[in-house]
């Protein structure tokens, strides 16, 4: 029979139980579509070590009322009614809590006529975790806000300070439990590799993340970028960005603990586009980031089946799931070449009962 061995997800996460239990409905896995705007550094008090909001979004001026029009229109224009009516207006870049508050007023004022003819399901903002009063919560929730993000990056305070993020871990957690309890969903973002970081504190900034129940994740490897204080710092020898090994595989570990804990990575590594390239001086940044840790599951995953229950040299049959394949087989099939050079000539089929991050291993017929 071909399905001598599995390994899931399940099998191939590290014992710890860091994160909390898994929802009822399991991993979140429809499509999460955000009509963007970015208000780079808008609001912000502090300069982070790592941030140039206008190299990661390509944007130089702050969006005014017309902007917000014109975004949705052409996404109105552009993507299905079905589609749209999902979608979130979301604002990004700065801290939009932090704005000026008649700023803010005339950016979600423009909203409202959208949301009042369900042509958007909601509003999106990200901000800092020192800057969710109760008050700002207040008018976000009577404007149509429905989901908030925080840029928490890491939750030790010696790693926050070193990197001017001014703010603390414990002002995270108080923030986290503010939003919720205001009815809106919850977004944390996190960073790996900064400096005064480790992979283990990047796995105790996780664990301590998903304890605050957030509906999403963003988890993004730190780059050097022009213009940052971490640029000067490497082009000076002090810092030492991430390999891109290296941050594949450690963000891998994090997408399946999120995964278990039924909460949905919405971005993994910086998206594409914008000047990122442009401004990119070092550190682990690759247009298919996610792609990269997706394959590094199903290799490792593959890697445990097949060494479970075939010798070296066998001709393996690996199954997966139908919409996977291309990820198990990894870019340029990197994973079939790195499963040959362990011992193991695999060829790939597609199998609709496996699920996501499942291999079913046997010998080839």
Known sequence: ????????????CRAGGCARGARADGPVSGKHINIALFIPHEGCPHQCSFCNQKSISGALKKPRAADVSAAVETALRTLRTRDCAGAQLAFFGGSFTAIDRAYMRELLDAAQPYLERGQIAGIRVSTRPDAVETDVLSL???????????????????????????HTAREV?????????????????????LPGDTPAGAENTLCQLLSLEPDTMRIYPTIVLEGTLL??????GTYLPQLLEEAVSLCASL????????????????????????????????????????????????????????????????????????????????NLKRLKEQGFDCRIAADAGCKQYEVKAGRQI
């Open 1 to 12: 029979e071909f399905d001598v061995c599995s390994s899931d997800l399940q099998k191939a």
């Open 140 to 166: 976000l929730k009577q404007s149509g806000v429905t989901a908030i993000e925080l840029g928490a990056q890491s939750m030790d305070d010696r790693v926050l300070l070193q990197n001017g993020r001014g």
């Open 173 to 193: 957690e108080s923030a986290a439990r503010r939003i919720r309890e205001m009815g809106f969903e919850l977004g944390l973002q996190m960073m790996t590799g």
């Open 231 to 236: 640029a000067k710092q490497y082009l000076s």
């Open 255 to 334: 997408l399946l603990r999120c995964e278990e804990a039924g909460v949905p990575v919405i971005r993994l590594g910086l998206h594409a586009g914008g000047d990122v390239e442009k401004g990119y001086i070092a550190g682990p940044w690759h247009p298919a980031f996610r792609e990269l840790c997706e394959g590094e599951i199903y290799y490792q995953n593959a890697l445990y089946a097949l060494r479970e229950c075939l010798p070296e040299g066998s001709k393996a049959a690996l199954r997966v799931a139908p919409h996977c394949v291309s990820q198990m087989a990894g870019q340029h099939r990197r």
